[in-house]
């Protein structure tokens, strides 16, 4: 059985280092197509594809967000890492993290929310 | 980036009828295009994949079709588990985008 769970700080201030923690079961990224994706979706809207890590460590990023995010993983404790910096308010979202199936997103995990405020 | 829309915004619709939402990409996007459902306060789940390939466990009322611009989702005999929202996104090639979503209500 497949799944996903994130956590995260829930509140940080503007300026702040996000740092987000994917955690998952039934799958192993040492294993050829395997991938995880973050995406994130502010409160009574859209979804935002944010950057999805492979099994060979490689790394796809959002063009409109490269510069402040950083991913990475732990395949022996099966958990990925992303990291936002420089949060500022509209960074206020529920984050996801999904297990990539080639390209699509084939399990989710329930989501963390983390809202940006001073 | 690929631009994709999604009409419409919203749809009342009543258990039974049968709806349709369109999906429609700025470029050619092949039939590299997945299809989720979401339910208020859940996170989303994979409804089609490859514009037709109905994921594991989805029920056959779903169904998709098209390829190239233009793309549907269509539900056969709505049920009550099926109001909620639904998102394409292209999965052809970085960045993968999403459509706007669709809110399907029970009229």
């Known amino acids: 059985q497949v799944t996903l769970k994130e956590s995260g700080p829930g509140i940080l201030q503007p300026s702040q280092t996000l740092s987000l923690t994917c955690s998952f079961s039934?799958?192993?990224?040492?294993?050829?197509?395997?991938?995880v994706g973050w995406i994130r979706q502010p409160s009574g809207k859209g979804l935002e594809w944010l950057a999805h890590?492979?099994?060979?460590?490689?790394?796809r990023y959002n063009p409109a967000l490269k510069s402040r995010l950083t991913l990475s993983k732990n395949t022996s404790s099966s958990q990925v890492f992303l990291k936002i910096a420089s949060v500022d308010t509209a960074d206020t979202a529920t984050y996801y993290c999904?297990?990539?199936?080639?390209?699509?997103?084939?399990?989710w995990g329930q989501g963390t929310l983390v809202t940006v405020s001073a | 980036d690929i631009q994709m829309t999604q009409s419409p915004a919203s749809l009342s619709a009543s258990v039974g009828e049968t709806v349709t939402i369109t999906c429609r990409a700025s470029?050619?996007?092949?039939?590299?295009l997945a299809w989720y459902q979401q339910k208020q306060g859940k996170s989303p789940h994979l409804l089609v994949y490859?514009?037709?390939t109905l994921a594991e466990g989805v029920p056959s009322r779903f169904s998709g079709s098209g390829s190239g611009t233009q793309f549907s989702l269509k539900i056969n005999s709505l049920q009550p588990e099926d109001f909620g929202s639904y998102y394409c996104?292209?999965?052809?090639?970085?960045?993968?985008?999403f459509g706007g979503g669709t809110k399907l209500e029970i009229k």
């Open positions: 999904a297990r990539v199936d080639s390209a699509w997103f084939a399990y």
């Open positions: 039934g799958f192993s990224l040492s294993t050829s197509g395997m991938g």
């Open positions: 890590i492979w099994w060979d460590d490689v790394k």
């Open positions: 470029e050619n996007i092949y039939s590299y």
């Open positions: 490859n514009a037709k």
């Open positions: 996104q292209h999965h052809y090639g970085t960045p993968p985008t």
